[in-house]
Each structure stands twice: as C-alpha cells, then as structure tokens.
C-alpha cells in the first residue's frame, strides 16, 4: 500500500504549522503528556536515559521536535531523524545549529540505513503505515544487539468512536490537504463550542457503548466515545485545528490493544522493559537480545 497520501497529509500540516511542539503551550503539553507514558519522571531521566547511548534515531520525525530535544540534551550523542513526508524541511530547519544531528527524507518501510542504532525512538508514527507491526519489525532489525526502543502507537477506542473515526477518515480522503484543513476548522469549532458549555453530565456504566458509570465533562466525554472534536484552551485556533487534522486526515491510522502490541514484542523476541497505556496511545520501552 501506498505511502503517498500519508506523506502529502504530514507535509502539509508540518509546513503549514512547522513549529508546533517546538516552544510554548504546545510543548508543554506535549511533555507533560509523553514523559510519563514513556516512563520517566522529567527531562533529567530523559536526558540520562539517551546520554547512554552514541546512535540514536528518531523514526518518523515530523518536524524535529525530538531529534532536536535529544541531540540538544545529549550533545556526544549523534541523532538521525528520518521521515517520509516533506516535513523534513521544517526538521532540517529546527536543527541546523546541531552539529550532532542527520535528517533524511525516508520511509521506514524501505529505509536502508547504513549502520545501526543504540536507541530507536518512534512516537505517534507507525499507525500512519501501511501496517503497524511489520514497520515495527524493520525498526527492530535496526537495533544493535542490546539496543532500545520505545515507541508509541494509538490505542483502540470505544466502539463508537471506532465507527465515527474510520467514517470520518474515508470520507476525508475525498479532499486536498486545504480542503481537509478546512473541515477540520468545522469539527474543531464544534469541541469548541461544546467545551465552552461547561457541562457536566451523569451517566451509568454502558458496557455495550464502552461508558464509564460516573460524571463527565461533556465534551470529554464526546470526544474519547464518540468522535474525536479536540478543543483546548491554552492552544490557539491553529494549534487546536493541528491536532484534529494530524488524526483525521492521514489515509492510515491504525488502533491496536494492549494485548496485540504484546503480542508483537514476543514474536519479533524484543524484550519488554516497559509498557504504559491511556485513553489514545500505548507507549512501551524494548530491547534487542544480545
């Protein structure tokens, strides 16, 4: 299956808001949201766990948001950042004071690189593939004997949303990157306006809809049941329509369970060191046998 789509949808939206995660609100959040599901504390145990390692990759790089983080916090260690979209120019331009640091316009299906990696970090990246395990495995075959990775990928929703998530994502590809930017635009004013309500509602447990019992802030309770309408305060208009886009527009967006994500480590005889799960991503740290 074709990359093509995927590659045009991530060009665009890195070009169109190159710096998202990179400073401000959006960063924050990011790691605020990320640290520990990777399983560390702060930057310092970051920072600690990649010094450890001379070769790193950062597996679907976006627009160099951690290839930059990592060569910054670890300047003895050398980060290659590859990606199949042309985001790579917005990741090229984020880190062109470092001398520590190789971007290169790739797709991890068929990347051939030319050593192989201590660590290999590849987050929210490979459910936008053809297919999640077997990019997963050519990562792994990347790996040195020992090496690490850690890598996050989306997790299976409520059935619901499962349904809305896979209509919605059809009938996008339909249209351009702008066309769908601007559909994006619709649904981000709609969590909007529900966010800005305030409300609050009490339900019993609905096993059948994937519902919790208990009492839900309304549009939170929309947006992790029934369709994704992401609405933030602390982001501005362009940073909320980022992340609708970023998980509708992409042709391929792959969810999976904890079990089946398990199931891989053990068939591709990676060593699981850490598994963390919430509503949207399962994030694992694994190693290569020696």
Request: hydrophobic share 40%; net charge negative.
């Amino acid at each position: 299956m074709s990359q093509e789509q995927v590659a045009k949808a991530f060009g665009y939206k890195w070009t169109h808001d190159k710096d998202w995660g990179m400073s401000g609100s959006t960063a924050e959040e990011f790691e605020k949201w990320f640290l520990p599901l990777m399983g560390f504390r702060d930057n310092l145990e970051y920072k600690s766990y990649f010094n450890q390692f001379r070769r790193v990759l950062d597996a679907g790089c976006g627009n160099g948001r951690e290839t930059r983080k990592i060569a910054q916090l670890c300047p003895e260690t050398h980060v290659t950042g590859i990606d199949v979209s042309d985001a790579v120019q917005s990741a090229i331009a984020h880190t062109a004071d470092l001398p520590n640091v190789t971007i290169r316009q790739v797709d991890i299906m068929s990347a051939d690189m030319p050593e192989s990696f201590d660590s290999i970090i590849s987050l929210g990246v490979l459910h936008h593939t053809p297919d999640t395990k077997r990019s997963l495995a050519k990562l792994a075959s990347m790996l040195a004997p020992a090496g690490e990775i850690i890598v996050s990928v989306y997790r299976k929703k409520a059935p619901m949303r499962e349904f809305a998530d896979d209509h919605i994502r059809e009938e996008l590809q339909k249209f351009t990157p702008e066309e769908a930017w601007r559909e994006m635009e619709s649904l981000t004013q709609l969590g909007k306006a529900l966010s800005d309500l305030k409300a609050k509602i009490t339900i019993p447990q609905v096993s059948t809809l994937g519902l919790e019992a208990g009492t839900h802030d309304l549009q939170r309770l929309i947006y992790y049941n029934f369709f994704k309408c992401y609405w933030r305060d602390s982001f501005s208009w362009k940073e909320n329509v980022h992340v609708n886009y970023d998980w509708y527009y992409p042709k391929f967006a792959w969810r999976h369970t904890i079990e089946e994500v398990r199931g891989w480590l053990e068939e591709l005889n990676l060593e699981e060191i850490m598994l963390n799960a919430d509503q949207s991503q399962i994030c694992f740290r694994a190693r290569r046998p020696m």
